[in-house]
Structure formats: C-alpha cells, structure tokens
C-alpha cells in the first residue's frame, strides 16, 4: 500500500506532482491548515504531513496523528511544530534549511544597501513633491567593513556577496573553524573584536538561549560609532529598545530589519525612527524561494517514506538515499543488538557503551545508535522507535558513550553493546554478513557464530556435562521442536550459552522447567524482527 501525505497549505502543483512520481498518494488541500478540527478529525488517515506556516502541529493534533511518520516544514523555520511532542511519538520532523538560504542573504544585502544610502526616506521625499538631495547623504559599501554573526548557510552567502562588493568581512561563529574561513575569505574573530570593528553588523544565527538578545544594550555599547545593523534572522537576537535609543543617541547610524520580537509587528521601538528600514519578514518571499522549498520538502519526504532516506531532519540523525541501502543492514542488526540486551536484561539500566569496530566505525552511527536504542527501550516501550529512543534514554538519566576505533579483529566491521546495571554488566557482539542477515559474534565475552531467528530461547549456565540432553529431553517433553541451535562457553566448567531456535515463544512452564536445574541461572524467548 503506497504511503499518504496532506498537504495542508499552499504547495505548488510541481511539488504535489513530485510526491505522485514517486509513489505517494497525496491528498491536496491547501486551505485545510486553518480548520484545526477538521485537520485533527482527518489527520490519523496519513503517513505523513506537508506544511507551511499556517499549520499548527501542535500536541493536540499530533496526538491525533496515529499513523503519521513525518512531517515536512517547507522553510527553515519550525516554530509552528511541538517538536517534543512529535518526537516522543516517534515522529520525524523536517525542514529545507537550504532552499530559501540565497533569497535570505539577497534581502540582507538589499537591506543594507537601502540603510547606506537611505533609500526607503529618499524614494518617498521624491514622491512627495521634494527634491531633497543634501538631505540624504549615504555611505558607501567599498572599503567597509562587515562583521557577520553566524557564518552557516545564510551567513556564508552573505559573506560571499560582501567580498564581492570590495568589503572586509570578520565573521564570529564559534563553529567556523580556522582553515573554513580562510577558504570563504574572511577573518575569524570574537564578539567584542567584530563590535568593535565592524561598520555593518548584519545577523544569521537561530534563536537559542544563547544567541537570544546578543546584541543587548551591552554588546551596542561595544559597537563602533556610526555602526549600522542588520536582522533578517530572528527577532528578539537583538533588543529593539536599546537600539532604539542607540538610534536616537546617534551612536547607531541606522538599522534595516525584516524581523521582530512580536510578529506580526504591528509597533516597535524602531517604527518612525530616521534612517530605519523595516520590511514584514521578507527574507524568504521570492518566487524562486517558495518554489524551492516545496519542491525540496516533496523530495525529502518521499525519499522518507519510499526509501528510507532522511535529510534535514529537526530530531533524527540524517540518512542518505545512497547510503540507506548500505546502512540498512547495520541499523537491523543495532536493533537486533539493543533487543536482544533489553530483553534479557532485568534490572534499570544505569549506563549505555556502544563500541563501533572497524567498518561500522566509519558509517552513520548516530543512525546505529538511535537504532540500537529504540531496540534496547521496545522491551519496556512498545511504540519506541529511532526518534523517541534517544530522548527517552536522556529522560532516563542513562549515561550514554559511544566508541569507535579501528580494526581489531577477524571480522571487517562489528558493533558491540555493553550496559552496566546495578547487578551486573552485560555485553552482546554482532555483525552483519554478505547475506546481510544480522550475525551474533559474541555474548558475555563468550565467542560464537549464530543467526538470529524469530524465536529464539536464551539460556545463561555453568557448564556442565548432561545440559544439552537436558534441554533436549525438555522441551521435547512439552513439545517443542529445535530447530537449530548455537552454544558457547568461555571455559571447561565456566560460564556457557545455548542459543536454541524454536518456532513459537515457550510458555513460562517451560522456562520454569528449564531454571529447576540448577545449573541454569536464566531461560528466556527472545523474539527478533528480522524481516
């Protein structure tokens, strides 16, 4: 049956069309985001949910939304999605952070240019009648120079432009790395030097705790006199009061802004001030943006949801259409790994290391992890999957470390989970074969080869002489048939393992008979998917 997406704002024609190409029923109703009732009554019949920003997805609607994989944000802003709310049903949510990041950087320039040589004011002295010309004295651009807070996708546009117009450009970005900026052309600085340096200040860095009023009435003091400001990120990184009288006191020669602190921005300090040019978050709307956007959220999710691919996810690990089919295998076996420790494990568990080992250290391992997680909850949570794992882990307080190193041993690549109870630490070792079936390689230390199978019994005990004719005669007894077994020990008189294949999960009858011998210290059915 071929995956469901709503589309419940205004995506182009080109954009539903790419969903039918690629094998998903899309039903189109553009208007359907403002009628919250009707969305919620409706929303439990799809796979997935394409927005923009008349959509609300808030936890009412998601709790309605039983069968919904992922929800696609045609933009780069999520404010209109409860992320942890989606993410705790297992829901992926994606946005096209790429798609709108040349029209962005184009209003940010724009706006520059406009406060430079007071264009806004100009244009509507010259309308008026007037012939103001002494009135309006600009700036140039040549020589001046800019200093860029947040250097990513928009910010490295902005950048490019910038240099193109003869400009200096200092860049603070504590992610830009050195050898990064040197390839854009650009100095790499700290807050206070690029305050102190720049003659244009333009932002491009998401609201967080940390970037939220980053230029308070502090950081404007720290300015160069005649500074002027642009914002066509975020409102509220900047405070729009203490600008405002920055303004006024002419320390600040002037501001273009496309965003506020309250949208929509019906007053702010800045509205009537001279020299300030504002436009009602613009920095998005071209024609070109639009289109992008919806065709790139269309690409995403159909990938998604035919091939398993993730790209630009808010709150899972990306996939690659070219390496889900490499990884696929892997994120089968982590599952398989994390499945089998959640089910033999019965005490709360205190710390989570995972060990990549060879080829498996190379790949996508936040992907493994979160695959591994949700197979180690799902003994505990029914509906956990690679979203709301890791989330759940953090709720837990589990103390969580991976490892990755390089070959070590026969095999090309391997995974390895070990979890730390307060009774015990317990570990479990496993590969994935030509064949691509998942493998065990290793349990509690103790080597071995074996598949997994659907129904498999686990039995931890000493080894003694008679185990395998008592399991047996067993299970045979309360018939059950063995269709295939593994065992393992780690010494003559030590510590085994028999891994028996079975068709159906035993009744706990059975298990009971099993631990009566005293040799065995835990029989357990595991059941895998490993469809």
Known sequence: MAPRVLVSDALSETAVQIFRDRGVEVDFQPKLGKDKEKLAEIIGNYDGLAIRSATKATEKLIAAATNLKVIGRAGIGVDNVDIPAASKRGIIVMNTPFGNSITTAEHAIALMFAVARQLPAADASTQAGKWEKSKFMGVEITGKTLGVIGAGNIGSI????????????????PFLSKERAEEMGVTKVELDELLAQADFITLHVPMTDKTRGILNKEALAKTKKGVRIINCARGGLVDEAALAEAIKSGHVAGAGFDVFEVEPATES????????????????STTEAQENVALQVAEQMSDYLVKGAVSNAINMPSITAEEAPILKPFIRLADVLGSFAGQVTESPIKEIEILYDGSTAGMNTRALTSALLAGLIRNQVADVNM???????????????????????????????????????????????????????????INMDADVGTNMVYIANTDVPGMIGFMGTTLGAAGVNIANFQLGRDKNGGDAIALLYVDEPLQQDVLDK??????????????????
């Open 514 to 531: 099993l631990t009566a011998n005293e040799a065995i210290r835990q029989a357990k059915t595991l059941v895998f998917n490993v469809d």
């Open 158 to 173: 902005v950048c490019s432009r910038a240099i193109g117009l003869r400009m200096r450009v200092v860049a603070y970005d």
């Open 269 to 284: 300090p800045l509205f009537g001030l001279e020299n300030v040019v504002c436009t009602p978050h613009l920095g998005a």
């Open 387 to 445: 979203v709301s794992a890791p989330i759940m882990v953090k709720e837990k307080g589990i103390v969580l470390s991976e490892v990755k190193r390089d070959k070590t041993g026969v095999y090309d690549g391997y995974i390895k989970l070990t979890i730390t109870t307060d009774k015990q630490t317990r570990s479990v070792a496993g590969t994935v074969f030509s064949d691509g079936k998942p493998r065990f390689i290793q349990i509690k230390g």
